[in-house]
Each structure stands twice: as C-alpha cells, then as structure tokens.
C-alpha cells in the first residue's frame, strides 16, 4: 500500500474529521415514532416508552424511535405510537390514547410489537398471565 493509499484510508476513517462523518440511512430498519400532545406536558411518558422499547427490542431490532412532540388545538391530546418495518406498505398504529381509552400499558405495547417484528421472541415476565394470590 502506498503512502497515498494510506493517507486516503486515514481520511476515510478520521473519527474526529466531520467531513468524513457518514449520515446514518435508517431505510431498512424498524423505526417507531411517538407522538405525543407537548402541552400536555407528556414528555416524561413518552421518553419512558421510548426507553422501555429499546431496552425491550435494542437494535438492530428496532434501529430508530423518535419522539415528536406536538402543540396544536387538533393535536391536544393526542399520544400515538407508530410501528414501520421494511417491506409494509407504511407505518401501523399501535397505540392510540383516545381510541384505546388511556396511556399504553408497557406489558401490552410490547405485545403488540413483538407480534409484528418478532413473533417468537419470549417477554418474560410481560407474558406471563396475571394471577390472583390465594387467601
């Protein structure tokens, strides 16, 4: 390899050079995106599930989830979680507040995902059925 080579391959590879910084493509990944009613105040709900699905299904399950706040009179409200795989023909709902009646519970979102990226993957705790304690 000559000098020249190897100062182009140092280039390339300069970790502290941001003209050789390459933007992250995400287009064949899974992404979920949170929308949440900023006024609302639901910030700390929705980075909580934000946390809880990457530590649930970490990448490169799901490579991407993004939270968008919103702050509108049409939006009031509103907190949806939205699941998009390769290959689907565009995101699914998988959660709704207003449709569903109330905030996610994480056991049941977790369900409801993993049934769409993962089948057979085992939630633990999350999957097993409620059980009353005997008296």
């Not at 390899?1 to 990944?29: C, G, H, K, R, W």
């Not at 799901?62 to 023909?89: C, K, M, Q, Y």
């Amino acid at each position: 390899m000559t000098s020249q080579e190897n100062n182009a391959d140092a280039q390339i590879n300069n970790s502290l050079d941001p003209s050789t910084f390459v933007y992250p493509e995400l287009s064949n990944s899974s992404i979920v995106k949170i929308e949440f009613c900023d006024r609302c105040r639901w910030l700390h709900r929705a980075t909580w599930v934000q946390t809880e699905l990457f530590l649930t299904f970490p990448p490169p399950i799901i490579t991407s989830i993004a939270l968008i706040p919103l702050n509108a009179d049409d939006t009031a409200g509103r907190f949806r979680v939205w699941l998009s795989v390769p290959g689907w023909e565009g995101p699914v709902l998988m959660w709704d507040r207003k449709v569903e009646g109330g905030f996610p519970e994480l056991k049941v979102l977790k369900q409801r995902i993993r049934d769409k990226i993962q089948p057979g993957k085992s939630l633990g705790h999350s999957d097993k059925a409620q059980t009353k304690p005997e008296a």
